[in-house]
């Protein structure tokens, strides 16, 4: 695969579609071992996660529900560290089985909110599934349940992740090219 431009900045292909897909699948088969008999509520944290929550979803085998919720943190190409308010989670969530769903997990802060706010609500239980992570830049000490690739400290985009909103719709991941 080749080196791609977009706007101002030039990225190389770093995690392949079938690679993705693999770790999905991993994914896939803990969730539906460890929720056997459970009907869990899947929550997408939009927008990044549109694309894993696609292919997951559809390798999940359980009765469950799917909602999404939006949250933003990001500008660029560096965590602000602020954090903003839930939107659209219209549902009871009352003695429900979470599955918050994550793109990738940097430093923990969108994870970490988005959790405090599940957390008043009176749930069941909540776990975190994140298709990437950087443990190096992670500050918070909650267990990450699921996590697909686990990747150094360095800006990737495509399969939902974004530079500047550009990128979303590739089908795979590429690092930012420093050179
Ligand atoms: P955190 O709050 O964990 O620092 O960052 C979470 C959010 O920052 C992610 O949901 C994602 O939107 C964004 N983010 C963190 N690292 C990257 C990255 O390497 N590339 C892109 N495109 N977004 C990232």
């Not at 979803?57 to 943190?73: E, G, H, M, P, W």
């Not at 003695?95 to 918050?100: C, E, F, K, M, N």
């Not at 699921?146 to 590429?174: C, E, H, M, Q, T």
Request: charged fraction near 25%.
């Amino acid at each position: 695969m080749d080196k791609i431009t977009v706007k101002d900045k030039i990225f190389k292909p770093y995690i392949s579609d079938k690679e993705l897909q693999e770790s999905i699948t991993l994914i896939a088969e803990k969730i539906n071992h460890d929720y056997s008999g459970k009907s869990p509520i899947f929550i997408g944290v939009l927008n990044g996660s549109f694309m894993f929550m696609s292919d997951l979803l559809k390798k999940i085998n359980l009765q469950c529900t799917v909602s999404f919720v939006k949250l933003a943190s990001y500008e660029g190409t560096a965590t602000t560290g602020k954090v903003s308010e839930l939107i659209g989670l219209n549902e009871d969530l009352e003695g429900q089985d979470i599955i918050l769903v994550e793109d990738i997990v940097d430093t923990g802060n969108t994870l970490i909110k988005l959790y405090e706010i599940l957390e008043e609500k009176k749930v069941n239980s909540i776990k975190i599934a994140s298709l990437l992570f950087k443990p190096d830049a992670y500050k918070k000490s909650h267990p990450i349940d699921y996590i697909g690739k686990k990747i150094p400290n360095a800006f990737v985009l495509g399969y939902g992740l974004d530079y500047d909103g550009w990128g979303r719709n590739l089908s795979s991941i590429y690092v930012l090219d420093e050179k």
